[in-house]
């Protein structure tokens, strides 16, 4: 399977959503990130489930559903009902992880974790399994528009390691800063998804960037 891009709608303009939820249809992108903020868990607020209802109603791929919010078993179903296919919570705001992937599942979704730049691959080695997707968060979450962390690399290659001992069909995802300057040297690293926000949507020509993406031009 070649790599995966997901626009993160965070860095579309609001104000003209449908357009850019349509040039994400029309274009090589595969999945819609979507960034759901609380501003406990991170010192920032998004949107909530009206917006990705909206989103939904028009988005003909994939939604990607990013959750840094605190204790998200809350709102499970919530976002099922509102359009998530996968829902991806983190590590570091789950105090029973594996109860709330088994609840996400039960829902019918795909089941992600993502973990913080401080947080190492090591604590997922009894849930891995259980996941179809892990995002390693290659800034510190909550904004977009942030430099790429370095350490990101080797965390790729623990994930890969753990994830071809145990057999999980995990897929890795990288989220933060991901650009035409590391974008290659990720999906290398063993990255299958690769969300873009800035990148794509402060481009000149945002079709045209997910289509190099798409093709690691660089
Ligand atoms: C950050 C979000 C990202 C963000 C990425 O907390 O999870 O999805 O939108 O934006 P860029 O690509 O601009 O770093
Ligand atoms: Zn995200």
Redesign the pocket.
Known sequence: MSHLIAP?V??ADFANLQRDIEMINASEADWF?I?V?DGVF?PNISFGMPVISAIKKHAKKLMDV?L?IVDPDRFIKDFKKAGADLLTVHYEACKHLHRTVQAIKQEGMQAGVSLNPHTPIAVLEDIIKDLDLVLI?S?N??????SFIDNTYKKISQLKEMIEKTGSNALIEI????NDKNAKKLVAAGAKVL?????VFKSDDPTRTIHELKLLKY
């Open positions: 993160s965070l860095a990130h960034d903020m991170v990013h840094m968060m800034v979450p909550g904004f977009g528009g942030q989220d933060g800063g991901v969300v873009a926000g800035s990148f």
